[in-house]
């Protein structure tokens, strides 16, 4: 008999929005922590604190009206959030699972100790009066160029990171962070991005979905094609990961994992998110658990429900803004409505500025090839964005 009836979400987003479909159909309610009433799933909530996430006090005022507490997003504040858990409150996952994966360089360290393929990386000092280096070097690179600088934290959406050409570059972007810190990583020339969905529940249950084609424009996800095609022996490899990954951090809950594919078939993980992810949104439609319902089961101590696809394919395309405006785009999303087997899900923002994340559509396949899948979502895109690019 569980008794998580009431769970606390820090965020009120797209992804909280998607999680409270599935806290009805499962009889849980949902009480949020989020800054602004137009936040998508503040209608939906039983009760919502209006408070910036990284807000402590606000979480512990949220903690005194539900079981257990669950995220959205990773824009908090750890350390404050440490007492509240020590005097009882339940987070799931618990805040030492979050501990090694909210700054991307703390991340990348914590994957490689773990044995995990990851880019070769490395933390820069700030930009200062002696210039730039290698943390407690003379200032040579480790990395060559091409690279990959990133913001340590609060990035999202590509928001944060930057593909370095040359050392001038690299300067002038630091210069323009100022203090923030970062870290450079060596840039993959991947020949695709995959990511998987990952699920496991207090008891140590794993529930992985299947391996998808996570396409990126200007390093904001534009697409997902489900399942990928892959040799299983690099499935077996993702999976591998995943299991050691989750095991490891004794995961409770939904964790997206972002990867890239070398050339020569070699796997390296990129990114971890302790949450919902973008490339599940698939699930929504194309699986027998979503996402959001396989991440409150493990929240509420529920067993994990299948995570196999109940059709034989999918694309799913993230619908982004490509203006700034009040439009609903009403006349779009009934003309996607009509594609064969296609579910529209409208986040409801009122507001639209290039590369938001207004909405998605899923389209389930029939046996769909790649190049079929691929066509689909040029489809969904023309209808979309017309001859408009994002940014
Ligand atoms: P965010 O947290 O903002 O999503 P990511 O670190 O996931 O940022 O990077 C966004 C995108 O940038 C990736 O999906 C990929 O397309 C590109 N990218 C990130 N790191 C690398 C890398 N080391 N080599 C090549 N491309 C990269």
Not at 151 to 164: A, E, K, L, S
């Amino acid at each position: 008999m569980n008794n998580i009836k009431r769970v606390g979400v820090i965020g009120g987003g797209q992804l909280a929005w998607m999680m409270a479909g599935a806290a009805k159909a499962l009889g849980v309610e949902l009480v949020i922590q989020t800054p602004h009433a137009t936040d998508p799933a503040v209608a939906f909530a039983a009760f919502t604190i209006f408070a910036p996430v990284d807000d402590s006090a606000a979480t512990a005022e949220l903690a005194t009206r539900c079981d257990a507490i669950a995220f959205e997003n990773e824009f908090i504040n750890l350390v404050a959030l440490m007492p509240l858990q020590e005097q009882g409150v339940l987070f799931r996952p618990r805040l030492e699972a979050l501990a090694p994966l909210l700054d991307k360089y703390d991340q990348r360290c914590y994957l490689r100790d773990l044995g995990l393929p990851v880019p070769k990386f490395v933390a820069l000092e700030e930009w200062g009066s002696g210039g730039v280096g290698e943390r407690g070097s003379g200032g040579e690179y480790p990395i060559s160029f091409p690279a990959v600088l990133k913001v340590r934290r609060h990035g999202y959406d590509g928001q944060g990171t930057f593909i370095i050409k040359d050392r001038e570059a690299l300067e002038a972007t630091l210069q323009g962070l100022g203090h923030t810190p970062v870290l450079l990583e060596e840039f993959i020339p991947f020949e695709r991005e995959l990511a998987v969905i990952a699920a496991r529940s207090s008891a140590g249950e794993m529930a992985l979905y299947p391996v998808v084609e996570t396409q990126q424009e200007e390093q904001v996800c534009r697409r997902v094609l489900v399942p990928a095609e892959l040799d299983p022996a690099v499935t077996g490899q993702i999976e591998a990961i995943a299991h050691t990954l989750l095991n490891s951090l004794q995961a409770v809950g939904v964790f997206g994992i972002e990867l890239f594919l070398t050339p020569t078939g070699k796997v390296l993980v990129n990114e971890i998110a302790p949450r919902t992810h973008n490339s599940g949104h698939f699930t929504l439609d194309a699986s027998y658990t979503s996402q959001f319902e396989q991440h409150l089961r493990a929240v509420c101590d529920l067993p994990l429900g299948n995570p196999a696809l109940k059709c034989d394919a999918a694309v799913m395309v993230n619908l982004l803004g490509y203006e700034y405006s009040h439009n609903d785009y009403l006349a779009k999303r009934q003309q996607l409505a009509q594609l064969p087997n296609s579910h529209v899900h409208w986040y409801g923002k009122s507001e639209s500025r290039p590369g938001r994340k207004l909405g998605h559509v899923t389209v389930l396949l029939d046996g769909a090839t790649k190049s079929e899948a691929q066509a689909v979502a040029q489809t969904l895109e023309s209808i979309w964005y017309g001859s408009r690019s994002v940014r």
